[in-house]
């Protein structure tokens, strides 16, 4: 059998990250609200495969080949998200809702909102030569 030599510091860390949520959970106040406090089912969501899985939505022929999404793994996260966004609308009786988080996308897109008018063009390098697909129209 195999030596885990980090069997012993992994017991230990999850030990302390036990510690921690119950100190953050149950024993303090969180008045920083970057740091809100998330609910058991969202917090399972969040560590699930779903918490660090990108999505992009494209549906576009790419040589010879539909491509319904730019990132793989994604089969049923454009279903969650329409799912939470119809939720998100009648919630706050909003006619539009996103419950994408912030990312780099929505900071590059959020600054050329700010820095261009509505028809201006901007210089995108094409994705076939390295060039990031979520600006290419």
């Known amino acids: ?25 149950h024993r303090t106040i969180n008045l920083i609200p970057s740091e809100n406090v998330t609910s058991e089912p969202v917090r399972r969501i969040l560590g699930s495969d779903l918490g660090h899985r ?9 040589h010879g080949y539909v491509i319904e999404n730019s990132y793989r793994g994604t089969r049923f996260l ?15 009786n909003a006619r539009h809702a996103t419950i994408k988080p912030m990312s780099g996308h929505l900071a590059g897109m959020m600054l050329l909102a700010s820095v261009c008018s509505r028809g201006d063009r901007i210089l995108v390098l ?8 979520g600006y290419m129209p």
């Open 78 to 92: 454009d279903e969650i998200e329409a799912l939470g966004e119809r939720l998100a609308r009648e919630v706050f």
């Open 1 to 25: 059998m195999a030596s885990r030599p980090f069997a012993a510091p992994m017991r230990d860390v999850l030990d302390l990250v036990a510690k921690h949520e119950d100190w953050r959970l």
């Open 54 to 62: 990108y999505t992009l939505p494209w549906g576009k022929e790419w």
């Open 126 to 133: 094409d994705s076939r030569v390295g060039g990031y697909d």
